[in-house]
Nanobody
Framework: QVQLVESGGGLVQPGGSLRLSCAASGSIFSINAMGWYRQAPGKEREFVAA????????YYADSVKGRFTISRDNAKNTVDLQMNSLKPEDTAVYYC????????????????WGKGTLVTVSL
């Protein structure tokens, strides 16, 4: 069993900052790419940011470039999302995603998702 658990969501005023964290646990052999997605009320889930295994490659949605920073700690199996200059349109449930091999016997990983953490940007 593999679990992804997000934390760090909450209420913040426009222009403020929040840091989300996601910890992977359970039967883990290796973790490839990790990332964050979000789903605003009444909208489809959308890509926010992703990071490669080494951390050397990062990818961002145009809407968050320059404001959000993704990072990871492979020793702790965690991925973080630092969100600055938050806007009301950033309000959403944020989901952690990871490509995980649960056993060395598996050639490829599987997609795992956390249950999400709510970020509300409002006065």
């Amino acid at each position: 069993q593999v679990q992804l658990v997000e934390s760090g969501g909450g209420l913040v005023q426009p222009g403020g900052s929040l840091r989300l964290s996601c910890a992977a646990s359970g039967s883990i052999f290796s973790i490839n790419a990790m990332g964050w997605y979000r789903q605003a009320p009444g909208k489809e889930r959308e890509f926010v940011a992703a990071i490669s295994w080494s951390g050397g490659n990062t990818y961002y949605a145009d809407s968050v470039k320059g404001r959000f920073t993704i990072s990871r700690d492979n020793a702790k199996n965690t991925v973080d999302l630092q969100m600055n200059s938050l806007k009301p349109e950033d309000t959403a449930v944020y989901y952690c995603n990871a490509d995980i091999r649960s056993s060395r016997l598996l050639r490829v990983g599987m997609d795992y998702w956390g249950k999400g953490t709510l970020v509300t940007v409002s006065l």
